[in-house]
Each structure stands twice: as C-alpha cells, then as structure tokens.
T-cell receptor, first 114, second 112 residues
C-alpha cells in the first residue's frame, strides 16, 4: 500500500530561522513527488515536482530535494508570510494509465513568528 | 486557482438528503478529480474523470457518484448524505500530460 508520511506535524520558527520539512514515502511505480502549499480556507497551491533521486528545485526561500525514500523541503530565512501547511504528494499510475492519482501526506503546519 | 471554480463554497445539509457539488473549469483540461480533506487523513481521491462521460472510482468512492457531461463541468453527488461525509471537498484538474494537478478553492460541507 502506498504511504506518505510527513514530519513534523507542526513547526514553529522565528523569522530568519532556517529549517527543513520531511516527506518519506513507500510507493510502487512512483511517477513524481509534488509539494503544495495550503493556506487556511484555500485549495492547495502547486510548488514543485521532483521526478528522480538527486533532483532539486528552488523557488524564492524554498528548495525541494528528492532521494529514493524521502523528500525534503528546505526553508531558508523564512518570513511570516511563509506560514502555511505544506503538503507532500506522490503520483502513481492507476487504472492502466488512464489517470494518475496523488497520494497525500497529512501535511506540516508551519508557523513563522515575526 | 488555475481557472477552477467550485459551487457552493459552503453548504449545511441534513442526514439523508441528496447533495450535488459542482466543479467548473475554464482551462479545457481533460482530467478532473474530486478529493476530500479531513484532519489526520490528508487529501483522498473520491472519483476522477478522464474525459466526457468517462469516470472511475478513487480510494474513498463509497456513497458518492459523479457525472461529466461537458469538458468543463464535473459534478459530485452524495445520494443520501451522512455525517461521515462532513468534509472539505476539492476539485482538481490536469491536462493531457497528467502531470501537475491544480486545485480549486474547495467546498466546505457540513452534514447534520
């Protein structure tokens, strides 16, 4: 069974205090690993896709990395506006390739204090 | 939200009543998905569509049905709502590459 586990569940940082969020996964037929940001009361907002071990993607203060078993979302010098829930999802093929399902972790709720 | 709207945005209903949620897209994407989001469970796939009148079940499809009569609209129906279906429902779309899924703003449903 495909599993995605995110840690920690919640993280509080001071503004400027860098840290990392973890996403570990157990899946067969991984097609991609996705990171989303979700603000309260809104839908997930796409951040990154990673396809192979060793790949890295960056956007502003965020950098995502991928190994064969886990992904990290590194946040460098965070600001209060980075506060959100960060969701990790793995994409697998379903139903003879007619669509691709995202299996999500439960998310990490990040709070950045000024 | 990538040209995706959901209606209604909030709904309160009673156990046993039928409920239909609508997802509308302006991107002309082929694939559409319905997810539910619950604390501690993350987002879980209910049903998806890979074309007009082409739909299939996801991992939590019991008690739900869907229909897609036009490319732009994907309807989720709860035939007889139960309290366990209280949740936030998200629609997502993806294009023919089936890569990135883009999500709508969500519908918050409360079943009393």
């Amino acid at each position: 069974e495909d599993q995605v586990t995110q840690s920690p569940e919640a993280l509080r940082l001071q503004e400027g205090e860098s840290s990392s969020l973890n996403c570990s996964y157990t899946v067969s037929g991984l097609r991609g690993l996705f990171w989303y940001r979700q603000d309260p009361g809104k839908g997930p907002e796409f951040l990154f896709t990673l396809y192979s071990a060793g790949e890295e993607k960056e956007k502003e203060r965020l950098k995502a990395t991928l190994t064969k078993k886990e992904s990290f979302l590194h946040i460098t010098a965070p600001k209060p506006e980075d506060s959100a829930t960060y969701l990790c999802a793995v994409q697998v093929i379903i139903s003879s390739g007619s669509a691709r399902q995202l299996t999500f972790g439960s998310g990490t709720q990040l709070t950045v204090l000024p | 939200d990538a040209g995706i709207t959901q209606s209604p945005r909030h709904k309160v209903t009673e156990t046993g009543t039928p409920v239909t949620l609508r997802c509308h897209q302006t991107e002309n994407h082929r694939y559409m998905y319905w997810y539910r989001q619950d604390p501690g469970h993350g987002l879980r796939l209910i049903h998806y569509s890979y074309g007009v009148k082409d739909t299939d079940k996801g991992e939590v499809s019991d008690g739900y049905s869907v229909s897609r009569s036009k490319t732009e609209d994907f309807l989720l129906t709860l035939e007889s709502a139960t309290s366990s279906q209280t949740s936030v429902y998200f629609c997502a779309i993806s294009d023919a590459t089936r890569e990135t899924q883009y999500f709508g703003p969500g519908t918050r449903l409360l079943v009393l």
